[in-house]
Nanobody, 127 residues
Framework: QVQVVESGGGLVQPGGSLRLSCAASGRTFIRYTMGWFRQAPGKEREFVAAISWSGGNTYYADSVKGRFTISRDNGKNTMYLQMNSLKPEDTAVYYC????????????????????WGQGTQVTVSS
């Protein structure tokens, strides 16, 4: 059993930056993939970024490459998403998710691969 909770959302102007955090508690898996997803009003949930258990491999949606950076600190059981050059289209509820273990590369962007989800944190990019 793993519980994850995300924080750090808020209101930011276009071009601004924001850092999201995801803290895990309870039973944790040694080798588990973690990722970020987002969902805008009226739209489907979409993959944003993911990171392997060791932090050695990262994956990004094309829409955020070069702007967002995912990282994790296993010692603190915390994952981060640094978001720079934010755009209005980045506005969404952002969710932290954790898999039950290692994930095949092809499944990393798939929401179905993740067993544990946070409650979401709102990110609004507007002038």
């Amino acid at each position: 059993q793993v519980q994850v909770v995300e924080s750090g959302g808020g209101l930011v102007q276009p071009g601004g930056s924001l850092r999201l955090s995801c803290a895990a508690s309870g039973r944790t898996f040694i080798r588990y993939t973690m990722g970020w997803f987002r969902q805008a009003p009226g739209k489907e949930r979409e993959f944003v970024a993911a990171i392997s258990w060791s932090g050695g491999n990262t994956y990004y949606a094309d829409s955020v490459k070069g702007r967002f950076t995912i990282s994790r600190d296993n010692g603190k059981n915390t994952m981060y998403l640094q978001m720079n050059s934010l755009k209005p289209e980045d506005t969404a509820v952002y969710y932290c998710a954790a898999s039950g273990g290692l994930s095949p590369l092809a499944m990393v962007p798939a929401g179905s691969e993740y067993d544990y989800w946070g409650q979401g944190t709102q990110v609004t990019v507007s002038s």
